[in-house]
């Protein structure tokens, strides 16, 4: 029975071999949505925590970096991410991104550790806690670009868009994980009051907690070390990824990660199709032209620039400002909602293919964020807004939340995929750094009569336009990929490459 399975394996591949080295690299994706959304619990915590400084005032400006800094980290990961990739490969570049988030969460849980007395705020020890959380961003920003190119790499083409997108879901699924933690350590507890006494001036009530205050945020942060110590050591057990492993010459090691997952006969195939593809281009960023890379790039800004992020880091804040139920319960609900709008993607991916679902998407998105916006300004139950939130959240979860990391796992040619990848992904991590630290003083804009209510109003309007533009950028420019090959884009993008030199060369020579 065993020779059996066994010979079935040699013959057509192991699913189970595959789905566990995936399942290891979806780990880095749980990991990146931790990280990214443990501030949506922390955020008033830590608020409050700094108001309390002498040294120095704390502003909503730098609250809002504060919420954001480890986007900092991000930007610089995944701009590292295509440098790392490409000298150490993919499997080590996991495992440092591992190491990161490590070492972030046990920083931010203890900033203060052999540099400050513990619990006194200043200005220096904000300083060492956004270090922290950059470390953090480091992590993230590598596991952002790595994870779903690893997936890509290993996953048989008629699979691939289904396995990247479970990263996605990983992604969601650590926010949601998060979400309960977050819930879970607050417990009897209560997220501390803050009240405005000047223009851009905060401070904490006196009925607040102090549990809150002193202890809460840390043990949101540091409950990310466990979760970053397995996967750190789970990254060291997988295989490299053949396709750069033929990038460095390996072709045997490769061939034997390609035949395990695929069988022989298929493995052999995909061996001598990948090292075709890499005579045919030296690998320069420019080899296939401009148009791919710009188009790897508007997907990752379109992803952040209609403004997913700043709805799931201040979650909390925004619906305790609806005024309906406890926030936290709110913020859980829509993490449930995400989790299942995930799983649609998944499930129609390879049906329905890319750009469907992108389209779709962004219309459910922009009904969602308009809804909200016109909530802020016309007399509406507080359900409404609470809906509205969670259709513009699912419609996300189904399109640009995994699609985006399933176009730029899959457009860019093998040679300049990791190079290709960092730029996209850096550009990711820029977008959702101006849009999530815009978002409170965007969110707390006033005018007139109309006080708070025209930065609740202004801020969703915004963003439903941005989901309008996407749609149309989607049509009318991004390829569909569902069911080709990466060797296959590769094709694509050469072909048009040279199709667009004989144009220019046509209009030189008339």
């Given at each position: 029975?065993?020779?059996t399975?066994?010979?079935t ?6 699913r ?19 990280d990214?959304?443990?501030?949506s ?13 002498k ?29 790392c990739?490409?000298y ?37 020890l ?13 992590g ?23 396995l ?7 992604i969601?699924?650590g ?19 803050i ?18 205050i002193?202890t809460?945020?840390?043990y949101m ?8 110590g ?14 750069y ?25 995909i ?7 890499l ?10 032209g401009?148009l791919?890379?710009f188009?790897?790039?508007m ?28 926030p ?5 609900i ?6 299942a ?7 129609t ?7 469907p ?21 016309v ?16 419609s ?7 699609i ?9 040619p ?43 109003f ?6 439903g ?13 991004v390829?569909e990929?569902?069911g080709?090959?990466?060797?296959q884009?590769?094709?694509l993008?050469s ?5 667009a ?10």
């Open positions: 029975m065993d020779k399975a066994d010979k394996a040699a013959a057509n591949g192991s189970s071999y595959l789905f566990m080295i995936v399942l290891v690299a979806v780990c880095g994706g749980l990991l990146f949505g931790y990214t959304a443990v501030i619990g922390a955020e008033k915590g830590l608020q409050a925590f700094f108001l309390g400084a040294d120095f005032v704390y502003t909503d400006v730098i609250h809002g970096i504060t919420s954001s800094s480890a986007l900092i980290g991000c930007i610089i990961g995944s701009a590292l991410s295509g440098i990739a490409a150490i490969g993919r499997k080590k570049s996991l495992f440092m991104a591992g190491v990161f988030f490590l070492l972030s969460a046990l920083g931010s849980y203890w900033p203060e550790f052999m540099l400050y007395d513990k619990g006194v705020p200043h200005l220096n904000l300083i060492v806690f956004n270090i922290y959380r950059v470390l953090g961003g480091i993230v920003g590598l596991a952002s670009a790595i994870c779903p190119m690893y997936i890509a790499e290993v996953s048989p083409a008629e699979i691939r868009g289904k990247v997108s479970w990263n996605q879901f990983a969601i699924f926010q949601l994980v998060v979400y309960f933690v977050n819930f879970l350590i607050l417990g009897e507890h209560t997220n501390p009051v009240e405005k006494i000047g223009e851009t001036v905060y401070q904490v009530s006196a009925t607040s907690d102090p549990w809150t002193q809460g945020w840390r942060f540091g409950s990310e070390a466990f979760v970053a397995v996967f750190t050591i789970m990254s060291l057990v997988i295989p490299e990824s053949p396709r492993l033929v990038l460095r010459g390996r072709d045997r090691k490769a061939l034997t990660v390609l035949e395990r997952i695929n069988g022989r006969i298929k493995g052999r195939q061996l001598e199709n990948v090292k075709t593809t005579t045919e281009e030296k690998g320069r960023l420019l080899s296939f401009m791919v890379i188009i790897g790039v997907l990752s800004v379109f992803q952040q620039a209609v403004g997913i992020n700043a709805v799931l880091y201040y979650a909390p804040r925004i619906f305790d400002s609806m005024g309906m139920g406890n936290m319960e709110q913020t859980v829509m993490g449930i909602v995400n989790i709008f995930t799983l649609v993607a998944i499930f991916v390879e049906k329905l293919g890319r750009k679902l992108l389209i779709f998407g962004s219309f459910g998105m922009a009904l969602g964020a308009l809804g909200v916006a016109f909530s802020n300004i007399a509406v139950s507080p359900f409404v807004p609470v809906v509205s939130i969670m259709v513009y959240s699912a996300f979860m189904f399109s640009w939340g995994p985006c990391w399933v176009l730029i796992s899959e457009i860019f093998n040679t300049i995929r990791s190079g290709a990848m960092a730029i996209a992904v850096a550009f990711q991590w820029i977008f959702n750094f101006i849009v999530s630290s815009s978002f409170v003083p965007l969110y707390n804009m006033t005018l007139g009569d109309m006080g708070e209510s025209f930065g609740h202004f801020v969703y309007v915004l963003y336009t941005i989901c309008i533009l996407a749609a149309w950028f989607v049509s009318r420019l390829p990929t569902k080709k090959t990466l060797e884009m590769s094709q993008w072909s048009k490459r040279r199709k030199v004989a144009a220019e060369d046509s209009l030189v020579g008339s």
